[in-house]
Antibody
Protein backbone atom coordinates (compact mmCIF):
# COMPACT_ATOMS: atom_id res chain seq x y z
CA UNK A 1 0.00 0.00 0.00
CA UNK A 2 1.32 3.39 -1.01
CA UNK A 3 1.77 5.71 1.95
CA UNK A 4 2.90 9.32 1.96
CA UNK A 5 3.33 11.10 5.28
CA UNK A 6 4.08 14.81 5.31
CA UNK A 7 5.58 16.56 8.29
CA UNK A 8 7.28 19.81 9.21
CA UNK A 9 4.38 22.22 8.98
CA UNK A 10 3.58 24.78 11.63
CA UNK A 11 3.35 28.46 12.45
CA UNK A 12 6.12 30.69 11.11
CA UNK A 13 6.55 34.44 10.93
CA UNK A 14 6.66 36.26 7.59
CA UNK A 15 10.18 36.05 6.20
CA UNK A 16 10.88 32.83 8.04
CA UNK A 17 11.73 29.36 6.81
CA UNK A 18 10.37 25.84 7.12
CA UNK A 19 11.35 22.47 5.68
CA UNK A 20 8.63 20.03 4.86
CA UNK A 21 9.25 16.31 4.54
CA UNK A 22 7.26 13.61 2.82
CA UNK A 23 8.12 10.06 3.86
CA UNK A 24 7.17 7.49 1.25
CA UNK A 25 6.55 3.77 1.51
CA UNK A 26 4.80 0.99 -0.38
CA UNK A 27 6.34 1.74 -3.77
CA UNK A 28 9.76 2.14 -5.37
CA UNK A 29 10.30 5.79 -4.54
CA UNK A 30 13.37 6.20 -6.73
CA UNK A 31 11.36 5.28 -9.85
CA UNK A 32 8.87 8.14 -9.65
CA UNK A 33 8.71 11.87 -10.10
CA UNK A 34 7.22 13.52 -7.03
CA UNK A 35 5.08 16.65 -6.82
CA UNK A 36 4.03 19.20 -4.19
CA UNK A 37 0.52 20.65 -4.31
CA UNK A 38 -0.88 23.19 -1.87
CA UNK A 39 -4.29 24.42 -0.87
CA UNK A 40 -4.86 27.68 0.93
CA UNK A 41 -7.69 27.67 3.50
CA UNK A 42 -11.01 27.61 1.68
CA UNK A 43 -9.31 27.87 -1.72
CA UNK A 44 -8.49 25.59 -4.62
CA UNK A 45 -5.57 23.34 -5.40
CA UNK A 46 -2.30 24.84 -6.62
CA UNK A 47 0.54 22.89 -8.20
CA UNK A 48 3.76 24.02 -6.49
CA UNK A 49 6.78 22.02 -7.62
CA UNK A 50 7.97 18.69 -8.86
CA UNK A 51 11.23 16.75 -9.04
CA UNK A 52 12.47 14.02 -11.34
CA UNK A 53 13.32 10.53 -10.11
CA UNK A 54 17.03 11.29 -9.71
CA UNK A 55 16.59 14.93 -8.71
CA UNK A 56 18.14 16.21 -11.94
CA UNK A 57 15.06 18.19 -13.01
CA UNK A 58 12.85 20.43 -10.94
CA UNK A 59 10.03 22.80 -11.82
CA UNK A 60 8.32 25.45 -9.71
CA UNK A 61 5.27 27.62 -9.97
CA UNK A 62 6.30 31.23 -10.58
CA UNK A 63 5.08 32.44 -7.18
CA UNK A 64 7.63 30.31 -5.29
CA UNK A 65 10.61 30.43 -7.66
CA UNK A 66 13.75 31.56 -5.87
CA UNK A 67 12.17 30.97 -2.44
CA UNK A 68 11.27 27.26 -2.41
CA UNK A 69 13.53 24.33 -3.23
CA UNK A 70 12.46 20.74 -3.57
CA UNK A 71 14.86 17.86 -3.13
CA UNK A 72 14.79 14.17 -2.41
CA UNK A 73 16.76 11.44 -0.68
CA UNK A 74 16.06 8.21 -2.52
CA UNK A 75 17.95 6.13 0.03
CA UNK A 76 15.68 7.46 2.77
CA UNK A 77 12.60 7.50 0.48
CA UNK A 78 11.92 11.06 1.50
CA UNK A 79 10.89 14.17 -0.42
CA UNK A 80 11.63 17.64 0.89
CA UNK A 81 10.40 21.17 0.34
CA UNK A 82 12.62 23.92 1.73
CA UNK A 83 10.57 27.10 2.02
CA UNK A 84 12.37 30.39 2.62
CA UNK A 85 11.20 34.01 2.72
CA UNK A 86 7.72 32.84 3.58
CA UNK A 87 4.77 35.13 2.96
CA UNK A 88 1.24 35.20 4.29
CA UNK A 89 0.01 33.95 0.92
CA UNK A 90 2.04 30.76 1.38
CA UNK A 91 -0.35 29.73 4.15
CA UNK A 92 -1.81 26.43 3.00
CA UNK A 93 -2.00 22.71 3.46
CA UNK A 94 0.92 21.22 1.55
CA UNK A 95 0.45 17.80 -0.03
CA UNK A 96 3.01 15.53 -1.64
CA UNK A 97 1.86 13.30 -4.47
CA UNK A 98 3.37 10.55 -6.56
CA UNK A 99 4.14 11.28 -10.20
CA UNK A 100 4.49 14.23 -12.56
CA UNK A 101 1.13 14.05 -14.31
CA UNK A 102 -2.08 12.98 -12.64
CA UNK A 103 -2.05 11.95 -8.99
CA UNK A 104 -3.58 8.76 -7.70
CA UNK A 105 -1.66 8.85 -4.43
CA UNK A 106 -1.58 11.84 -2.07
CA UNK A 107 -0.38 12.37 1.46
CA UNK A 108 -2.69 13.73 4.14
CA UNK A 109 -1.02 17.11 4.01
CA UNK A 110 0.73 19.36 6.50
CA UNK A 111 -0.49 22.83 7.40
CA UNK A 112 1.82 25.79 7.06
CA UNK A 113 0.65 29.05 8.61
CA UNK A 114 2.60 32.22 7.95
CA UNK A 115 1.57 34.89 10.39
CA UNK A 116 3.02 37.31 12.91
CA UNK B 1 1.91 28.55 -18.55
CA UNK B 2 -1.37 26.93 -19.41
CA UNK B 3 -4.43 28.36 -17.69
CA UNK B 4 -7.40 26.17 -16.86
CA UNK B 5 -10.85 27.71 -16.54
CA UNK B 6 -13.72 25.73 -15.03
CA UNK B 7 -17.40 26.54 -15.20
CA UNK B 8 -19.59 26.92 -13.37
CA UNK B 9 -17.84 27.78 -10.10
CA UNK B 10 -20.73 26.22 -8.22
CA UNK B 11 -23.98 24.47 -8.93
CA UNK B 12 -26.94 23.04 -7.10
CA UNK B 13 -28.81 20.05 -8.47
CA UNK B 14 -31.20 17.36 -7.32
CA UNK B 15 -30.52 13.71 -6.68
CA UNK B 16 -30.74 11.87 -9.99
CA UNK B 17 -29.91 14.91 -12.12
CA UNK B 18 -27.33 14.85 -14.85
CA UNK B 19 -24.53 17.27 -13.98
CA UNK B 20 -21.94 18.67 -16.37
CA UNK B 21 -18.80 20.62 -15.49
CA UNK B 22 -16.62 22.13 -18.17
CA UNK B 23 -12.93 22.92 -18.22
CA UNK B 24 -11.18 24.99 -20.87
CA UNK B 25 -7.42 25.14 -21.42
CA UNK B 26 -5.74 28.31 -22.65
CA UNK B 27 -3.88 26.23 -25.24
CA UNK B 28 -4.19 22.74 -26.61
CA UNK B 29 -3.24 20.00 -24.19
CA UNK B 30 -4.24 16.98 -26.28
CA UNK B 31 -5.92 14.67 -23.76
CA UNK B 32 -3.57 15.32 -20.83
CA UNK B 33 -6.33 16.20 -18.41
CA UNK B 34 -7.39 14.75 -15.08
CA UNK B 35 -10.42 15.29 -12.87
CA UNK B 36 -10.46 15.11 -9.07
CA UNK B 37 -13.15 15.08 -6.42
CA UNK B 38 -12.48 16.66 -3.05
CA UNK B 39 -14.97 16.22 -0.26
CA UNK B 40 -14.81 18.75 2.59
CA UNK B 41 -11.80 18.09 4.81
CA UNK B 42 -10.56 15.25 2.64
CA UNK B 43 -7.64 14.65 0.31
CA UNK B 44 -8.38 15.00 -3.42
CA UNK B 45 -9.41 11.79 -5.12
CA UNK B 46 -8.51 11.00 -8.72
CA UNK B 47 -11.60 10.31 -10.83
CA UNK B 48 -10.45 10.45 -14.44
CA UNK B 49 -7.15 10.71 -16.29
CA UNK B 50 -6.26 11.09 -19.97
CA UNK B 51 -9.51 13.07 -20.24
CA UNK B 52 -11.78 10.02 -20.34
CA UNK B 53 -10.19 7.07 -18.55
CA UNK B 54 -12.04 6.19 -15.38
CA UNK B 55 -9.81 5.51 -12.41
CA UNK B 56 -10.26 2.06 -10.90
CA UNK B 57 -13.00 1.96 -8.28
CA UNK B 58 -14.73 5.15 -9.42
CA UNK B 59 -18.47 4.71 -10.06
CA UNK B 60 -19.48 4.50 -13.71
CA UNK B 61 -21.85 7.46 -13.34
CA UNK B 62 -18.73 9.62 -13.70
CA UNK B 63 -17.41 10.18 -17.20
CA UNK B 64 -15.05 12.54 -18.95
CA UNK B 65 -14.69 13.72 -22.51
CA UNK B 66 -12.88 16.21 -24.65
CA UNK B 67 -9.56 16.88 -26.29
CA UNK B 68 -7.49 19.88 -27.20
CA UNK B 69 -8.87 22.80 -25.21
CA UNK B 70 -12.39 21.82 -24.14
CA UNK B 71 -13.23 19.12 -21.63
CA UNK B 72 -16.25 17.92 -19.72
CA UNK B 73 -16.90 15.96 -16.54
CA UNK B 74 -20.36 14.43 -16.39
CA UNK B 75 -22.16 12.84 -13.48
CA UNK B 76 -24.99 10.92 -15.10
CA UNK B 77 -27.16 10.62 -12.00
CA UNK B 78 -26.15 12.78 -9.06
CA UNK B 79 -25.99 11.00 -5.72
CA UNK B 80 -25.83 12.51 -2.20
CA UNK B 81 -22.25 11.26 -1.79
CA UNK B 82 -21.19 13.30 -4.83
CA UNK B 83 -21.40 16.56 -2.88
CA UNK B 84 -17.85 17.84 -3.25
CA UNK B 85 -15.64 20.25 -5.14
CA UNK B 86 -14.37 19.04 -8.49
CA UNK B 87 -11.10 20.13 -10.09
CA UNK B 88 -9.65 19.65 -13.53
CA UNK B 89 -5.89 19.53 -13.99
CA UNK B 90 -3.70 19.73 -17.05
CA UNK B 91 -0.42 17.90 -17.07
CA UNK B 92 2.60 17.80 -19.34
CA UNK B 93 6.03 16.53 -18.39
CA UNK B 94 7.66 19.51 -20.06
CA UNK B 95 5.55 22.05 -18.23
CA UNK B 96 4.20 22.79 -14.82
CA UNK B 97 0.85 21.32 -13.88
CA UNK B 98 -2.18 23.54 -13.54
CA UNK B 99 -5.46 23.06 -11.71
CA UNK B 100 -8.74 24.70 -12.53
CA UNK B 101 -10.31 26.86 -9.83
CA UNK B 102 -12.84 24.20 -8.84
CA UNK B 103 -16.58 23.62 -9.10
CA UNK B 104 -18.56 23.14 -5.92
CA UNK B 105 -21.46 20.72 -6.34
CA UNK B 106 -24.33 20.86 -3.87
CA UNK B 107 -27.68 19.15 -3.56
Amino acid sequence: EVQLVESGGGLVQPGGSLRLSCAASGFTFSNFWMTWVRQAPGKGLEWVANIKEDGSEKKYVDSVKGRFTTSRDNAEKTLYLQMNSLRAEDTAVYYCAVGWGYFEHWGQGTLVTVSS
Amino acid sequence: DIQMTQSPSSLSASVGDRVTITCRASQGISNYLAWYQQEPGRVPKLLIFLASTLQSGVPSRFSGSGSGTDFTLTISSLQPEDVATYYCQSYNIALRGTFGQGTKVEI
